[in-house]
């Protein structure tokens, strides 16, 4: 951490006119009931190399243990990762709630766990999709979620790397046009994720728990946030968090980690 950020919106900057810094820091620090929504990677936690190491930045994992303990502002993440994937990486206790798998999965903050509900016809194709990777592909290759099935080909011989993409191409090509999943190519491999869930229904799904005047926002930093930055508009702050502006709906720029270890401080702070 650099120089003690400041407890404010001070460091955020407004994405688009209309955005009153001085009235959402007044709104946070005299709210009755509040909810932060956090978005995990690239957010609360920079990108690394091994995404088994994505820790929060200095500091994040000390302010959310004591937000939560304040018992103020119902802290909430909100993830592609799956849950059992970020309780490690977060390392507090008591965990907040989380909604991980893009929101096919719900961990209360009571401990409660919702799993995926999906319909027959995804849950059929990820259980068949599964037998059949493990009957053409090494196990140590292979990563099974809680809402996608997945292979790794990152590291493989060059040879090898394209005969594994060739296979699972031609066997995946099927469902490019099936709305019920998803064909998700990451850096080293590809997953079949079951479709119909974004982070913008779990905004929703939050929005209707809370009490009317109980002050808002998200933040997040890439394109699966810009559902929840929708889905929050007119009702919540939308906070980008990244080092530059890009077209987005959010209302504010966060540049991690300051700016966003000043907006949680603020959220910290009361009046
Ligand atoms: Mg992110």
Same mark, same amino acid.
């Given at each position: 951490?650099?120089?003690?950020?400041?407890?404010?919106?001070?460091?955020?900057?407004?994405?688009?006119?209309?955005?009153?810094?001085?009235?959402?820091?007044?709104?946070?620090?005299?709210r009755?009931?509040?909810?932060?929504?956090?978005?995990?990677?690239?957010?609360?936690?920079?990108?690394?190399?091994?995404?088994?190491? #994505?820790?929060p930045?200095?500091?994040?994992? !000390?302010? $959310? *243990? @004591?937000?939560?303990?304040?018992? %103020? =502002?119902?802290?909430?993440?909100?993830?592609?990762?799956?849950?059992?994937?970020?309780?490690?990486?977060?390392?507090?206790?008591?965990?907040?709630?989380?909604?991980?798998?893009?929101?096919?999965?719900?961990?209360?903050?009571?401990?409660?766990?919702?799993?995926?509900?999906?319909?027959?016809?995804?849950?059929q194709?990820?259980?068949?999709?599964?037998?059949?990777?493990?009957?053409?592909?090494?196990?140590?290759?292979?990563?099974?979620?809680?809402?996608?099935?997945?292979?790794?080909?990152?590291?493989?011989? #060059?040879?090898?790397?394209?005969?594994?993409q !060739?296979? $699972? *191409? @031609?066997?995946w090509?099927?469902? %490019? =046009?099936?709305?019920?999943?998803?064909?998700?190519?990451f850096?080293?491999?590809?997953?079949?994720?079951?479709?119909?869930?974004?982070?913008?229904?779990a905004?929703?799904?939050?929005?209707?728990?809370?009490?009317?005047?109980?002050?808002?926002?998200?933040?997040?930093d890439?394109?699966?946030?810009?559902?929840?930055?929708?889905?929050?508009?007119g009702?919540?702050?939308r906070?980008?968090?990244?080092?530059?502006?890009?077209?987005?709906?959010?209302?504010?720029?966060?540049?991690?980690?300051?700016?966003?270890?000043?907006?949680?401080?603020?959220?910290?702070?009361?009046?």
């Amino acid at each position: 951490m650099t120089e003690s950020p400041a407890n404010s919106t001070s460091r955020l900057q407004p994405l688009h006119e209309g955005v009153d810094l001085s009235a959402v820091d007044r709104s946070i620090r005299k709210r009755a009931g509040g909810m932060l929504l956090l978005d995990y990677d690239g957010t609360l936690a920079p990108f690394v190399e091994q995404r088994d190491r #994505a820790f929060p930045y200095p500091g994040i994992r !000390e302010m $959310l *243990g @004591e937000l939560i303990a304040q018992h %103020r =502002t119902r802290v909430v993440i909100i993830s592609g990762r799956a849950v059992e994937d970020l309780r490690p990486l977060l390392g507090i206790d008591p965990l907040p709630e989380i909604w991980g798998s893009h929101g096919w999965e719900r961990l209360h903050a009571d401990g409660r766990y919702e799993g995926p509900n999906f319909t027959f016809q995804q849950k059929q194709i990820l259980d068949s999709e599964w037998d059949w990777l493990q009957k053409h592909f090494d196990a140590a290759r292979l990563e099974h979620k809680p809402a996608s099935v997945a292979l790794h080909w990152r590291g493989q011989p #060059a040879e090898t790397q394209t005969h594994m993409q !060739e296979v $699972l *191409g @031609e066997r995946w090509n099927r469902y %490019r =046009t099936d709305p019920a999943l998803d064909l998700h190519a990451f850096d080293g491999g590809l997953e079949l994720r079951a479709a119909g869930k974004n982070k913008g229904d779990a905004v929703r799904t939050l929005l209707h728990e809370i009490m009317e005047g109980d002050v808002v926002a998200y933040c997040g930093d890439d394109a699966t946030d810009e559902d929840a930055f929708e889905a929050l508009e007119g009702r919540g702050l939308r906070v980008l968090v990244r080092g530059t502006p890009r077209p987005s709906h959010a209302d504010v720029l966060c540049p991690p980690p300051d700016a966003l270890i000043g907006f949680l401080s603020l959220w910290m702070e009361g009046d």
